[in-house]
């Protein structure tokens, strides 16, 4: 069964260093998606991506943060200078469309840790 | 604004007796909603969806939810748990245009010997 698959399961980086959070999502799937989870707390939507453009973002994306598909199979998650909050679970997860009800596909996720 | 709140952070059984995790959602509209379940150092899984069909939804491993339109519930349940059973619950609903999930808080199944 296909599944959405993210590397690296943990990352330590430094307090103001960039850090790139890579998912290889569904083949056939046109929607992707980016959720953090910090610890003790509730799954967030951070952004949604579809034909190469952020079709909606939360609060939390501000200007640190920035998605792309890079090739074919690829979607990025950058987070330009990472703060001690940004250290989370980060999921990815695509789905084969965008519309109410579909599902969304989730990977297992990268545990960021910042110091 | 949609959002969930699931009344139990944690639950727990025996092996062998019935499982309900409680989900109850605010929305303003007919909202989809999704059962995912995460084993440790697993990603997310879909067990169930509500998609305004029919109101009694059976997802896998046995697992099945009842969308109350009247008391805004989704509650899971399963007849007999099982040791594999045994992870974090979250119940999410979707906005109108599916993009966004809000997700609950999660709940904390544990089973029992």
């Known amino acids: 069964e296909p599944e959405v698959t993210q590397t690296p399961s943990h990352q330590v980086t430094q307090m103001g260093q960039e850090v790139i959070l890579r998912c290889v999502p569904i083949?056939?799937?046109?929607?992707f998606y980016w959720y953090r989870q910090i610890l003790g707390q509730k799954v967030e939507f951070l952004v949604s991506f579809y034909n190469n453009e952020i079709s909606e973002k939360s609060e939390i994306f501000d200007d640190q943060f920035s998605v792309e598909r890079p090739d074919g199979s690829n979607f990025t998650l950058k987070i330009r200078s990472t703060k001690l909050e940004d250290s989370a679970m980060y999921f990815c997860?695509?789905?084969?469309?965008?519309?109410?009800?579909?599902?969304?596909?989730f990977g297992p996720g990268t545990r960021l840790l910042v110091l | 604004a949609q959002s969930v709140t699931q009344l139990d952070s944690h639950v727990s059984v025996s092996e062998g007796t019935p499982v309900l995790l409680r989900c109850n959602y605010s929305?303003?509209?007919?909202?989809?909603l999704f059962w995912y379940v995460q084993h440790p150092n697993k990603g997310l899984q879909l067990l169930l969806k509500?998609?305004?069909?029919?109101?009694l939804v059976k997802g896998i491993n046995g697992f099945e939810a009842e969308f109350k339109k009247s008391e805004t519930s989704f509650h899971l349940t399963k007849p007999s748990a099982h040791m594999s059973d045994a992870a974090e619950y979250f119940c999410?609903?979707?906005?109108?245009?599916?993009?966004?999930?809000?997700f609950g808080p999660g709940t904390r199944l544990s089973v029992l010997p």
């Open positions: 997860a695509s789905s084969l469309s965008g519309g109410d009800g579909e599902t969304q596909y």
């Open positions: 999410v609903v979707s906005d109108n245009y599916g993009q966004n999930f809000v």
């Open positions: 509500y998609t305004s069909a029919a109101t």
């Open positions: 083949s056939n799937h046109l929607y």
């Open positions: 929305s303003s509209y007919s909202p989809s």
